[in-house]
């Protein structure tokens, strides 16, 4: 069991806007701005899209948005392509030098 | 461009240790604000961070792994490594090794290499 929670898989249509969350404590989201998302296709590298909370990396898409409520935080992917198709996890610092991480998101673009 | 490229030996017999190697190019592994680490995942299941590493040697590791894992750095020829004793079929997974950026503390993975993938059978 992952120590974040997300939703095993989300679809959308092209064009459309989602929406993943990713849910953690009062101890790790809810306590630090220092939650970070990524995108991992089969085979590949997992590419940081998302860091603290809501900053893009040079390169990454302004499709590509983050934000957090409480103990919970959100990535939302707008203006939906067919290459967006990929897993989507989540990481939150956890306190005492530790990385949390979600289990993962299956995006399918529909 | 950081790029990281995990070696390893693709199949371990239970009970013996995996070794697995981190090669890094494109930056040195010897800046400081960055730790460098092993994270897993087993089939169909999630990520899991092992532990992480600082050039200097500190090291801090997931709980769940501690007894049985060792890191280590060689900063002469900017790899990595991680060991892992003793291991069982629940050891079957894709390792990755990353980097992880430090602001005032471990913040984001922000560069990955690709995983290799590890077989733990008879």
């Known amino acids: 069991q992952s120590a974040l929670t997300q939703p095993a898989s989300v679809s959308g249509s092209p064009g459309q806007s989602i929406t993943i969350s990713c849910t953690g404590s009062d101890t790790d989201i809810g306590a630090y701005d220092l939650v970070s998302w990524y995108q991992h296709s089969p085979g590949r590298a997992p590419q940081l899209i998302i860091h603290e909370v809501s900053q893009r990396p040079a390169g990454v898409s302004l499709r590509f948005s983050g934000s957090k409520s409480g103990n919970t935080a959100s990535l939302t992917i707008s203006g939906l392509h067919s290459d967006d198709e990929a897993d989507y996890f989540c990481c939150s610092y956890g306190g005492h030098t530790t990385l949390l991480l979600g289990g993962g998101t299956k995006l399918t673009v529909l | 461009q950081v790029q990281l490229q995990e070696s390893g030996p693709g199949l371990v017999r239970p009970s013996e240790t995996l070794s697995l190697t981190c090669n890094v190019s494109?930056?040195?592994?010897?800046?400081?604000?960055?730790?460098w680490s092993w994270i897993r995942q087993q089939p169909g299941k999630g990520l899991e961070w092992i532990g992480y590493i600082y050039h200097r040697g500190g090291t801090y590791y997931n709980p769940s792994f501690k007894s049985r894992s060792t890191l280590s750095i060689d900063t002469s020829t900017n790899q990595f490594s991680l060991q892992v004793r003793s291991v069982t079929a629940a050891d079957t997974a894709v390792y990755y090794c990353?980097?992880?950026?430090?602001?005032?503390?471990?913040?984001?993975?922000?560069?990955w290499g690709q995983g290799t993938p590890v077989s733990v059978s008879s």
């Open positions: 494109g930056a040195s592994i010897s800046i400081g604000g960055y730790y």
């Open positions: 990353a980097r992880v950026r430090m602001i005032l503390v471990v913040s984001h993975f922000d560069f």
